[in-house]
């Protein structure tokens, strides 16, 4: 089966989504028979770069809340959508909660009409398959809008950070790199047509520019191979070397860890089995190496082994991180101390950031203000002499 990506109109109103069928004409007849008149119909292609976006965590949150506000108001779901469809400001999801009303009208069931939407997130279908276990339905998008938004306001928070010097850093750096392979190349050139011998200085800068000018060729190459470095390498090969790189491998981990605690605290509050939540939590995860590790986990779980357990067989979590799993459990408290551990690594995470931001930016400063300063004495300095000799 493939997955196609449709655009259509449904009771007058422009619907999107995703539906699966062999064929793009089989697509094209299931949409008719749901009622949906086809305007677009394409297979979804996986590409390495990709320009269409898709609805933001920030209004994927906004939209489950504003949902489960209105079931809590008392409306029947099918208006509670209709209603929800009006006022998000996304169209994609918009039309996706029409799509999910026009499958529940059919007679499908919540997780699959919530799949077929094709912009909600894999692990909210299998905690609305909860609903049919007698789990309250407002109670799991509510759960599920709130984990969207602890997790976009956190982003949002290590990005603010990064905004103000790396953009100072990346400025001074570009400007360095005109004047050294520009702007001293030619005095240079200048002084030498006067048929002045160059001062230690002005060839030590030369030197520089010409190290720089070969290097830059290097620079797309570098960048191609750490964009495709999970071809290259393999991703969980790419994933563990990450890891060890200074600082961003710290944060990445930090990061991770995080991410997989709060997902999986989620989940469990949804009352998804362990082994099922594990796995889900796992896909949440953005490191191929961490990742594996916990999907390995799964079977095991199954049979019943403990998670904090498995966790410290891994050699890949913090002893803190397996300790406060293994109270959770002891405890019966497992969600409440996967948040705890959520909001530690994110903070953890966010220290780490600013600590070594705080260190970056005036160190580059130093770093670039020593070069600047040679390359200001390598152009007046001979400059100077040759005013003096016309004199």
């Known amino acids: 089966m493939m997955e196609f990506r449709y655009e259509g109109l449904a009771e007058g109103r422009r619907v999107r989504g995703v539906v699966e069928a062999a064929s793009r004409a089989e697509a094209v007849k299931k949409l008719k028979s749901e009622g949906v008149k086809p305007l677009k119909v394409e297979p979804v292609k996986r590409r390495l770069f990709s320009f269409r976006r898709g609805p933001s965590e920030e209004e994927l949150a906004f939209a489950l809340v504003q949902l489960a506000t209105l079931l809590s108001a008392g409306l029947p779901l099918p208006k509670a959508l209709e209603l929800a469809a009006r006022q998000v400001e996304s169209k994609e999801l918009s039309s996706a909660f029409l799509t999910v009303k026009k499958a529940l009208e059919r007679g499908e069931p919540l997780p699959e009409a919530f799949r077929k939407a094709g912009v909600f997130p894999e692990y909210l279908t299998h905690m609305l398959s909860a609903v049919q276990r007698g789990e309250n339905l407002e109670f799991i998008l509510r759960t599920a809008g709130e984990y969207l938004r602890k997790v976009a306001a956190f982003k949002a928070r290590v990005l603010n950070a990064l905004i103000y010097p790396t953009v100072v850093i990346l400025f001074s750096f570009v400007s360095l790199l005109v004047t050294v392979t520009v702007v001293v190349p030619k005095v240079a050139g200048v002084l030498e047509s006067l048929g002045r011998e160059l001062p230690l200085a002005t060839r030590a800068v030369l030197l520089l520019s010409?190290?720089?000018s070969s290097a830059l060729p290097l620079l797309?190459?570098?960048v191609a191979a750490f964009l495709w470095r999970e071809r290259l390498l393999g991703p969980e090969r790419a994933g563990a070397l990450l890891l060890k790189?200074?600082?961003?491998?710290?944060?990445?981990?930090y990061f991770n860890l995080a991410r997989f605690a709060r997902t999986l605290a989620m989940l469990l509050r949804a009352a998804v089995p362990l082994p099922q939540a594990v796995l889900l939590a796992s896909k949440s995860v953005t490191n191929a190496f961490i990742r594996k590790k916990l999907e390995q986990l799964v079977p095991e779980l199954?049979?019943?082994k403990s998670l904090s357990e498995l966790l410290k067989r891994t050699s890949v979590?913090?002893?803190?991180?397996?300790?406060?799993?293994?109270t959770g459990e002891a405890s019966g408290e497992l969600e409440r101390m996967l948040e705890l551990l959520a909001d530690t690594y994110e903070e953890l995470a966010e220290r780490v950031v600013e600590f070594w931001l705080r260190v970056?930016?005036?160190l580059a400063i130093l770093v670039i203000g020593l070069v600047v300063g040679l390359v200001v004495v390598s152009v007046l300095l001979p400059l100077t002499e040759v005013s003096a000799g016309l004199g």
């Open 220 to 222: 797309p190459m570098a």
């Open 210 to 212: 010409k190290l720089l």
């Open 317 to 326: 979590f913090p002893e803190t991180f397996v300790n406060l799993v293994e």
């Open 302 to 304: 199954e049979r019943g």
């Open 245 to 253: 790189l200074p600082v961003y491998g710290k944060v990445s981990f």
């Open 360 to 362: 970056a930016e005036p």
